[in-house]
């Protein structure tokens, strides 16, 4: 069996075409702030390709830089921060960028941020809504998640469903929409670092979610023939390529073995995450209709 790929570019786009589309309704354009506390390397990466997906939109982006603005290295400074940001008309979202000052506590930070403009939707108040099947503002990745799933058109109703990893950001909001209907979600079990016999749960699933950020986690005898598999891991490793160390991304999936058992899965790079950064852009807009 050959795996059809689940690739992220033609979703990503259609998801930004509909957001140019409601950007030019708007009088103003949204703006998103972006809060880097640190010069982590990998921070500003993400940064510079936020800004970039932002342009292409035509939603404004803001960056606070500690080496231009000076540093925010203290919780009480980045809340500060945040609650001027909160107050500031004109931006329409927040996202406080990882990773964080050592000592600072990121969830209490994040929490500072207005419901409304918590474009990651990992605020409480957010995360209270998905357990009424309101996901206007959900978390970017498990709605990428769940995108990738329909481009798939996978029938949901009572499939044995896998999510491998259980934190706030992904594994949890992504169990809740896959549960969203009473009549047609799936069966869903939830797998993670106690779990004691993760094959035997992965090998039982027809619908596999893996988002431990574990590199080879799940390899390609762990996974039932003819399952989809959602692969959220992003993990940077070093390989040597003519005689030179190079860094390449992977997923927790061992995509060549994987590929050959099941149906259908997304690869890495150039799956899920691509499709996470343009829900972070419908977000945005979302973010600004709440506001106006």
């Known amino acids: 069996m050959?795996?059809?790929l689940l690739e992220g570019e033609p979703i990503a786009e259609r998801i930004k075409e509909q957001v140019?589309?409601?950007v030019r309704q708007m009088a103003v354009p949204p703006k998103l702030a972006a809060v880097l506390a640190t010069d982590n390397p990998g921070a500003k990466f993400y940064a510079a390709s936020?800004?970039?997906a932002c342009a292409e939109v035509g939603i404004a982006y803001e960056l606070y830089d500690p080496q231009v603005a000076g540093p925010l290295d203290s919780a009480d400074q980045l809340k500060a921060y945040v609650r001027r940001l909160n107050a500031d008309p004109a931006v329409s979202g927040i996202i406080l960028l990882m990773p964080v000052p050592q000592g600072v506590n990121p969830r209490e930070v994040q929490m500072e941020i207005a419901p409304h403009k918590d474009v990651e939707g990992i605020h409480p108040a957010n995360i209270g809504r998905l357990f009424y099947g309101d996901f206007s503002l959900a978390p970017c990745t498990p709605h990428a998640v769940v995108m990738m799933l329909r481009e798939a058109k996978v029938d949901l109703k009572g499939k044995e469903t896998v999510v491998v990893g259980h934190s706030e950001i992904v594994g949890k909001p992504t169990m809740i929409m896959l549960l969203r209907s009473v009549m047609e979600s799936p069966t869903v079990a939830c797998c993670h670092i106690a779990t004691r016999d993760l094959a035997f749960h992965t090998r039982r699933?027809?619908?596999?979610?893996?988002?431990?950020g574990k590199t080879g986690l799940v390899r390609g005898d762990m996974i039932r023939p003819g399952a989809v598999v959602i692969d959220v891991?992003?993990?940077?490793?070093?390989?040597e390529v003519d005689g030179k160390k190079k860094t390449r991304i992977v997923g927790d999936v061992e995509f060549e073995a994987a590929s050959k058992v099941a149906a259908a899965i997304t690869p890495v790079p150039g799956g899920v995450g691509l499709v996470t950064t343009a829900m972070l852009l419908s977000n945005t807009v979302e973010c600004a209709r709440r506001q106006r």
Do not use: T, W, Y
């Not at 699933?205 to 431990?212: F, Q, S």
């Not at 891991?233 to 390989?239: A, E, K, L, S």
């Open 233 to 239: 891991g992003i993990n940077r490793i070093q390989v």
């Open 50 to 52: 936020q800004e970039k």
């Open 205 to 212: 699933a027809e619908v596999l979610v893996v988002a431990a």
């Open 20 to 22: 140019r589309a409601a």
């Open 2 to 4: 050959s795996a059809q």
